[in-house]
């Protein structure tokens, strides 16, 4: 069995792939709910601010908790699973996927999908969230590239990315049928 990872950008549409994936009766995690928590710069989980700056964005981290994160990964040996997120600490887990796939997007992109009012959340439409957004989702990008993640262009219908997905999956031998 096989974790797959799902990364992108704030608005690149993890949530969206996890919750398109699951519809067509596929495993699929997003990874913001219960296995991530914003940290101060010692490790200290702390509340997100009502309106954070550049500063605050850029010594605070979004990251996912080892504990939380280790038992779903260690449940992908019994059931291949795509896990959708991002997060500052993703490194340290990477040598655990069998397959990382990125959606990518541009900036005019990313900025009109964080201002979708539709979102759940308001990450992109307060403080300075849409401009640390915008400066971290290149160095991501090219990070996952780097690290042999496989391309899909998230500006397409979700239809057609969540497709990509599962053909990417496939042609390396990953069935994610929710058995």
Known sequence: MAAVLVVGGPGSGKSSVANGLRR???RSIDCD???ARWEDPEGIPVEFPAN???EW???HHWQWIDERFEQVLSECRERSTALCGASYNLANYLPRFE???LLQVDDATTAQRLADPRRNNDFGRIGATLEWSLD???RLEAEMLGAGAHGVDARQPLEQVV???IRISRAYGVDLANN
Do not use: E, K, Q
């Open 33 to 35: 709910y219960g296995l």
């Open 136 to 138: 971290w989702r290149p």
């Open 52 to 54: 954070p700056d550049l």
């Open 24 to 26: 067509r009766g596929l």
């Open 57 to 59: 964005l850029r010594s």
């Open 99 to 101: 397959l990382l796939i």
């Open 163 to 165: 497709d990509d997905v």
